[in-house]
């Protein structure tokens, strides 16, 4: 694939606007202005953001838990998302999902989830309706290597597969299941070595790297939009934040958080951009600058956003 300045400098602000969410999302739960619990996406920007470069807004995904990458990379608007996890009226979900809970069906987000592995059997669902109804769409399923080891995961691939429907499930393996780091938790180094099992492709590619993400998940999503079934791709990456914000994460090494911080995916794309003369240093310090500054606009919209009524507490719950 021929990879253009803008595909790379599209990647680089999706990326940038990501980080610059979340380190503000950190801060603020740090102060108390965010309840509930914020896990962070930091460290892992490239995966969402290398997949959904691919999708068209037909196209649907499924979240997780750790899903705000996921929210952004696929159009979602950071002052909606912001608002939604001050649990303010003008969120995405009128302040009742929160943080783990972002949904927008119109832009083809089916909504993160706090419940490990549950996206996987929505995924396989909404993959059958866009088979039902030839709509030419794609489903991604976002989910981590702890998830892969929980009975939806099995019979979500085993379905998609017998049905040959068109979702490409995307395992963001940050090495940590919680605080079990994946060498205790499953017998195997590769995830994607669980495809086999169910007569589909399976691949593993660096999830630092938002080209070899974007190649990969090109070649699945064309794969299922012809008609060809699923695919797995296992992205390796790691999560540079704990588990959830506050996690001391005395699980992990020094060494081994030093070494990953250093294999940090944004200063990775800084660099290829620079080697190959499409910017120059002030170029992207320019894009952060634009990227803090409408974080911080996303804030002040969230702060200044009214309350929810306590009379509308059961509205949106129920089904007539």
Partial sequence: MEITKDTLLGFYNTMVTIR????????????????????????????????????????????????????????GKVDLMMAELFGKVSGYCKGKGGSMHIADVDLGILGANGIVGAGQPIATGAAFACKY???????????GDGASNRGTFHESLNMASIFKLPVVFVCENNMYGISVSQKYHMNISDVSDRAVAYGIPGVTV???DVIAIYEAAAEAIHRARKGDGPSLIECKTWRQKGHFEGDPQTYKSPEEQAE????????????????LGYVQKADLEKIKAEKAKMIETAVRFAETSPEPSPADVLTDVYAD
């Avoid at 990953?260 to 080697?275: F, Q, T, Y």
């Fill in 260 to 275: 990953w911080i250093g294999k940090d995916p944004i200063p990775r794309l800084e660099k290829k951009l620079l080697s």
């Fill in 206 to 208: 660096d999830g630092n």
């Fill in 20 to 75: 610059k969410f979340e380190e503000k999302a950190s801060e603020l739960f740090a102060i108390g202005k965010i309840p509930g619990f914020v896990h962070l996406y930091i460290g892992e920007e490239a995966v969402a953001t290398g997949v959904c470069a691919n999708l068209e807004t037909k196209d649907f995904i499924t979240s997780t838990h750790r899903g705000h990458g996921h929210v952004i990379a696929k159009g």
């Fill in 133 to 143: 109804k030839k709509t030419d769409a794609v489903v991604i399923c976002f989910f």
